[in-house]
């Protein structure tokens, strides 16, 4: 094992890091946090990698690898096919904002064991085991440039952190389920029009663009780019709502 130097506060930020991740991580059982190492375990879980630099209070990198099972039930969600880099792009922020205000950028979906190499290269990644038991079910890898405060002597082999509470018991989830806690971005379309570059390039402050949509016609409500919902603008306080008129059923999209 390639044991970074790092001292005990250190380790303490890395062991909070990867829980913050892991209390926001789609997972089909419940995990816990094992033992911060240098080097990449083995073997590695079978799924996916979503990495992402981050940049602010800490610069940095950020590897989270999940479980096929996640990967799957994206790709075969009834919403259509959902980014990966978005369902896990909640545990990367919580990692890297355990080092403060950051800014971390969109993300990129690889190989775990690509992803986990390419941080390893460089030098003084930790990584952190997300297990179910003596299982790897998904993991947690994180490099600063440079870590805070002073390095000390290296941690012994191991490094014996105290052992991190188990969460609490739940059954397995899988499929659809398994998505109940993914964050999606939703939107709600008005109409649309279609305009020349000329038109575009002639819009000025006041301008009216006509839509395709009557007066009093419903407005859409989107998924991931899916219409899911119909309904009628309402006003909340000083906001726009959307109160739901009429649910779209997969496959009536276009109806």
């Known amino acids: 094992?390639?044991?970074?130097?790092?001292?005990?506060?250190?380790?303490?930020?890395?062991?909070?890091?990867?829980?913050?991740?892991?209390?926001?991580?789609?997972?089909s059982e419940a995990l816990q946090a094992d033992e911060p190492r240098g080097d990449t375990p083995q073997p590695l879980p079978r799924g996916q990698a979503v990495t992402a630099r981050f940049t602010g209070s800490a610069t940095g990198e950020v590897v989270v690898v999940v479980g096929q099972d996640l990967a799957d039930a994206l790709r075969e969600s009834p919403l259509g096919e959902l980014d990966l880099t978005t369902a896990v792009r909640p545990a990367l922020e919580a990692a890297a904002g355990t080092?403060?205000?950051?800014?971390?950028?969109?993300?990129?979906?690889?190989?775990?064991?690509?992803?986990?190499?390419?941080l390893t290269a460089k030098g003084n990644a930790v990584l952190v085991p997300?297990?179910?038991?003596?299982?790897?079910?998904?993991?947690?890898?994180?490099?600063?440039?440079?870590?805070?405060?002073?390095?000390?002597?290296?941690?012994?082999?191991?490094?014996?952190?105290?052992?991190?509470?188990?969460?609490?018991?739940?059954?397995?989830?899988?499929g659809l389920e398994l998505l109940h806690d993914v964050e999606m971005?939703?939107?709600?379309?008005?109409?649309?029009?279609?305009m020349s570059v000329r038109e575009l390039l002639s819009l000025t402050p006041g301008a009216i663009i006509e839509l395709d949509r009557g007066a009093g016609t419903p407005a859409d409500l989107l998924v991931n780019g899916?219409?899911?919902?119909?309904?009628?603008?309402?006003?909340?306080?000083?906001?726009?709502?959307?109160?739901?008129?009429?649910?779209?059923?997969?496959?009536?999209?276009?109806?």
């Open 1 to 27: 094992m390639t044991s970074p130097t790092l001292a005990d506060a250190q380790l303490d930020l890395v062991r909070a890091a990867a829980r913050a991740a892991l209390a926001v991580l789609p997972t």
């Open 99 to 118: 080092f403060g205000p950051v800014v971390l950028d969109p993300g990129l979906a690889m190989e775990p064991s690509v992803a986990l190499s390419a």
């Open 130 to 174: 997300l297990t179910d038991g003596a299982e790897i079910r998904a993991l947690v890898a994180l490099r600063l440039e440079p870590w805070p405060g002073e390095p000390s002597a290296p941690a012994p082999a191991g490094w014996s952190p105290a052992p991190t509470p188990p969460k609490a018991a739940s059954a397995p989830r899988g």
């Open 185 to 194: 971005e939703v939107s709600a379309e008005l109409g649309r029009t279609r």
């Open 226 to 255: 899916r219409l899911i919902a119909r309904g009628e603008v309402v006003v909340i306080d000083e906001n726009f709502g959307l109160r739901i008129t009429e649910l779209v059923a997969p496959g009536n999209e276009h109806a």
